[in-house]
Every structure is written in structure tokens, then in C-alpha cells.
């Protein structure tokens, strides 16, 4: 199957800073897909190329197999960008806004699909209101709903949840995952890790125009060293071969609650079969265990500080 | 390119809404700024000076100040809203969409024609009540209205492109648009000109087109009306070719 968005070797400088330094990536139709990064990644570089806003110096990019620069009509047509900055024409209301971005994209009579995308957002009530009154949230619905608007098969978030209330973050998820569930691809970024860990199947993370990490969630959760086993000892103490493990933490040596509790690192869940077998061949009789994983926002930060990824 | 495409229309029609919702400011005022230019010039010099045989100074100046307007108003309309749309960054939603090079500037330019033959009917209506006018040829009237108010439009894309604030647009339209018109004839035949400001004006295309407009009602022109005819032609294709070329280079708008 062709992939939905194909990414080929693409660079790109300014006025001699390369923002993105031969990213290739592919994400596939139906994918939910994280692109995660700190400021000044390159996250926003890339998605305004694959949007057609810029022009990579090398390299190409191909949305359901059509490229972005040489076959761009077909291109733009599959795909719907929210952009990151909050933007409106300050002269319409949200249906003519709506009406107006159908038209765009050569669609006319497009009033019930339009109706269902302002109900799924919320914004029935507010279809005949002029942008210019609208709240910074109803007008980040409004731009959800105008990259909708053409039902594309590749939709793209640049940050949608930046500075909204819980209510739309709820709203716009239930009416993405809708989507997604349907056959659309979902392209993600934001800052928010704990949605993106909770509503991507897979993820890339950029950092200084590199992809640095490129799995699925579940695979980098496990991959990445960080998960850590707490274990409360009734009787007995940590064996000596298990010493290393133990995590350093405000605790002196991981001891906390009297003493017998150890967090000890755990780089793969298979070595939780072993650590168990030393403990009953010490004699250490185990009151309490939990399997604590790393989230997303403790893997971020190991491979943004550039610890080695297994 | 289809010119009847969807997407065409839309953007058509959304530059439409876009002056038409703000009419006060972009149709009235206009004709009211003209109707003071007639009022101020044709008091002070009718019966004091002539500039064409058996037309009254009020009567000659009536077709100079309605091309003046359609020229001006075109120009702002597609300029103001490309350079609004550039700094607000709603451009987005025409880049975005499949939209072909020729449909964004066909739109942005015919557009900016509507505005300039409303402004310019306007300012006809209310004037003509003050002149006693003919209209000896009205096809040129017509042909000159709408190449000139094109070329206009045109150029106001160019500028909008260009131009990445307020500040250099309104440099554009003081310091070119503005003396290009007015020394262009609308107030004066430059065969009253000495003759280095005369041979001057030959090279300001903007008087072609109000000579050629003029022509329309009177018959009597600086130059032959087929000549002005064919250097507003040649220098609306020039033009044309540029803003695709800008648009094609995404110069300015994709980056």
C-alpha cells in the first residue's frame, strides 16, 4: 500500500541554519503518528514541507504517492494541516469561513458534512458568529474544522491543544480518534507527551533537524532503559548481586519506608524473572511489588539529553 | 486551468465579500475623494482653461477622475488584502488548498476589476451630474476600463507580494501608484505639458490608459487610442507573466 506520507532525504536551510538535515521517514494510511521534538526541532519545518508552505532544498516529499511540489493539487487535495499559530480572516463568520476553505478545495454543496464537523467541535452555536468574537479556543476549533472541511485521508495537528481547555482537548481527541478509526492518518505534534503516548500507535522524535528515535509507542516504552521495579521487603535484604540495580534517587540508595524498600532499575522486562529468582535465593521474602514503566516524557528527555537508546 | 473552477469562484467571490462588507470604506469614500477633486478643481477652472476643442474643463475632467479611481481602487483591493492576509497569516488558507497559480491571481485580479468598475461607476454617477458628457466611442470606454482596472489589480498582487509590511506597501502606492496617476492626465492634456514633461509622459504607461479611457467620451486623445490600446495590452501580459512567475517561484508566500 502506498504509504500516506513518504518523506525522502529532506533538507532544509535558512540564511545558513539547517532546520531539518536528511529526514526520511515514512508513515503509513491509517496510522495515528507522533512527531515530537523540542523547540526549534525542526517539527513545524517539516510539516509546513509536507503542507507545501516550504520548499525542501533536497530531497522530496509524497502524500499518497503524489509529491508535494511536482503534483501538488493531488497532493493538497489528501491532506488537511492545523496550523500551529492561531489565524482567521477577520471578515467572515465560522459557516462562511467553513464554506469559503470547501470552496478552496473545489468542493460546493458541502453544507452537511460541514454541519457534522462544527457538531463534532462544538461550533453549531456558533456558525453564524464573526471570528473576530470568538475566544481563542472556538476559533483553535475553527481551524481543526477547516483542514476537515475536504474530509482528506492525511490529516495534520501542529500543537492543536496549545492553550485550550480540557473541554476541546476531550472534544477534538474523541472527533480525531473518530476519524482515525475510519481510515484517516493522523499526524501529531505537540508539546502535551502524555497525549501523545496516550493517542499515537508510533512516533518519530527530532531533534536538531535528525530523527533521533523512530518506533512504535509500545516498542520505545519497553526499548528505552528507564522502567523501574519497586520492591518492599518483608524479611531479609537486597542481595549484594542486586546492589548495581538500585536506583539513585533523594532516597539514599533507593532505601525509603523503613528501609526495605528498593526501586531498582530495569532496563527489560525479562530481567524482572531474574531479579525475583536472586531475591528467593537470598531468602528475602516479598511484601509488595509494583513494576513502575517509563512514560513518554521520561524516554523524551533521555533521548533529547542523548542517552543511548538500546 | 478552468476559469469557471470551484476553487476560482470561491476566491472570487471571497475578495467580493471581503470589500463589499466594508463598502463605506472601500466604495463610498472613494467616490466622495473624487467628487471633492471635481468639485475644488472643476470650480476654480472651468471657463479658465480648455483642454480639448468644444469640451468644458468640468466635462474633460470627469473621465480622468473615474479612470483615476478604478486604477487606484483596483490596485488597493487585491494589494491591501494579499498584504492583510500576509501579516494576519490567514494566507495559509489559500496556500494550503489546491489552488493553481493562475486561479489565485485571476481571482485576486478580477476581483479587484469589480471593485474598480464599482468605484468607478460611482464616481461616473455622481460626477456626471455636475459635466455634459458624450460618449463618442463607448467600446474604448469599456476596453480601456478593464485593462486598466486589470493591470491594476495585477500590479496590486505584485506589490502584495512584495511587499512584508503595511509600511512598504504603502511606499508602493505613495511614491508609484499615486504620481503615476496624477501625472498621468487626469487633471491636464499633457499636449499643455513642456515638451521635456511631455516626452516624459509617453513613458508613463498609466496615461495610456486614461487617454484611451477619455477617448471613449470625447473622440480627441494625445495619442491614437490604438496605440494606447496596444501598450496597455503589451504591459498587462508583462505584468501578468511576473505575478505568475512569483506565485509560480512561491517568491515571498512558500519559503
Known amino acids: 500500500m502506498t504509504a500516506a506520507i513518504q518523506i525522502d532525504s529532506v533538507e532544509k536551510s535558512y540564511k545558513g541554519f539547517k532546520a ?9 494510511q491509517g496510522e495515528f503518528f507522533g512527531l515530537l521534538g523540542p523547540n526549534g526541532a525542526g517539527k513545524t519545518t517539516l510539516i509546513s514541507t509536507i ?27 489528501k491532506l488537511g494541516v492545523v496550523p500551529q499559530e492561531l489565524v482567521f480572516d477577520p471578515f467572515f463568520t465560522v459557516r462562511e469561513t467553513l464554506r469559503l476553505q470547501s470552496g478552496y478545495f473545489g468542493l460546493k454543496n458541502n453544507d452537511a458534512w460541514i454541519d457534522e464537523v462544527m457538531e463534532n467541535l462544538d461550533l453549531t452555536s456558533k456558525a453564524d458568529v464573526n471570528m473576530r468574537a470568538l475566544s481563542g479556543g472556538m476559533k483553535r476549533r475553527v481551524l481543526v474544522a477547516q483542514a476537515l ?13 496549545a492553550g485550550v481547555d480540557v473541554e476541546l482537548r476531550q472534544t477534538l481527541w474523541k472527533f480525531i480518534s473518530r476519524l482515525n478509526r475510519e481510515g484517516h492518518t ?9 497525549e ?9 522524535m527530532l531533534k536538531t533537524g535528525n530523527v533521533v528515535a523512530l518506533d512504535t509507542m509500545s516498542q520505545l516504552l519497553r526499548r528505552v532503559s528507564g522502567s523501574s521495579l519497586v520492591v518492599h521487603l518483608k524479611h531479609g535484604a537486597l542481595p549484594d548481586g542486586l546492589r ?20 531498582l532499575r530495569v532496563n527489560d522486562y525479562s530481567e524482572v524473572e531474574g531479579i525475583l529468582a536472586r531475591l528467593r535465593e537470598s531468602g528475602a521474602e516479598i511484601d509488595e511489588m509494583q513494576l513502575q514503566q517509563a512514560d513518554l516524557e521520561d524516554i523524551f528527555i533521555q533521548i533529547m539529553e542523548g542517552s543511548p537508546v538500546r | 486551468m478552468n476559469l469557471f473552477s470551484v476553487g ?44 480639448l476643442d468644444g469640451v468644458s474643463y468640468t466635462s474633460f475632467l470627469v473621465p480622468g477622475l473615474v479612470m483615476m479611481s478604478v486604477l487606484q481602487n483596483a490596485f488597493a483591493n487585491s494589494s491591501s488584502s494579499l498584504i492583510q492576509s500576509k501579516i494576519t497569516g490567514n494566507l495559509v488558507f489559500i496556500l494550503l488548498p489546491p ?21 468607478g461607476l460611482g464616481v461616473f454617477v455622481i460626477t456626471a451630474w455636475f459635466a455634459h458628457l458624450s460618449f463618442v466611442a463607448p467600446l474604448w470606454i469599456i476596453a480601456f476600463a478593464l485593462l486598466g482596472a486589470g493591470i491594476l489589480g495585477t500590479l496590486g498582487v505584485v506589490a502584495g507580494i512584495w511587499a512584508e509590511k503595511f509600511d512598504q506597501l504603502a511606499a508602493f502606492q505613495n511614491f508609484l501608484i499615486t504620481p503615476a496617476t496624477f501625472l498621468a492626465g487626469v487633471f491636464y492634456s499633457i499636449k499643455k505639458l513642456p515638451p521635456f514633461w511631455l516626452a516624459v509622459s509617453h513613458f508613463n504607461p498609466f496615461f495610456y490608459m486614461i487617454d484611451g479611457f477619455r477617448y471613449g467620451f470625447f473622440g480627441q486623445s494625445d495619442v491614437s487610442p490604438w496605440t494606447s490600446l496596444a501598450i496597455v495590452a503589451v504591459f498587462f501580459v508583462a505584468l501578468a507573466a511576473i505575478a505568475i512567475n512569483l506565485l509560480r517561484r512561491g517568491y515571498k508566500l512558500r519559503h
Open chain 2, 99 to 119: 489552488l493553481s497559480h493562475v486561479e489565485i491571481l485571476s481571482a485576486y485580479v478580477v476581483a479587484s476589476v469589480v471593485r474598480g468598475l464599482a468605484v
Open chain 1, 51 to 77: 503542507a507545501g508552505l516550504i520548499r525542501p532544498d533536497v530531497g522530496s516529499v509524497r502524500i499518497h504517492g503524489h509529491d508535494v511540489v511536482r503534483d501538488f493539487r493531488a497532493a493538497r487535495m
Open chain 1, 186 to 194: 493522523v499526524v501529531l505534534t505537540t508539546h502535551y507527551l502524555e
Open chain 1, 196 to 204: 501523545a503516548q496516550a493517542m499515537c500507535q508510533r512516533v518519530a
Open chain 2, 8 to 51: 476560482f469562484r470561491t476566491l472570487f467571490f471571497k475578495e467580493i465579500l471581503r470589500f463589499w462588507k466594508v463598502a463605506t470604506q472601500t466604495i463610498a469614500a472613494p467616490v466622495v475623494s473624487a467628487m471633492l477633486y471635481l468639485l475644488i478643481f472643476g470650480h476654480v477652472l472651468d471657463g479658465r482653461v480648455q483642454m
Open chain 1, 20 to 28: 531539518l538535515k536528511g529526514v526520511s521517514l515514512n508513515i503509513e
Open chain 1, 244 to 263: 548495581h540495580l538500585v536506583a539513585h534517587n533523594e532516597h539514599d540508595e533507593g532505601k525509603n519506608n523503613g528501609g526495605n524498600t528498593y526501586t
Open chain 1, 149 to 161: 472541511v475536504h474530509k482528506p485521508p492525511v490529516i495534520v495537528l501542529d500543537e492543536p491543544t
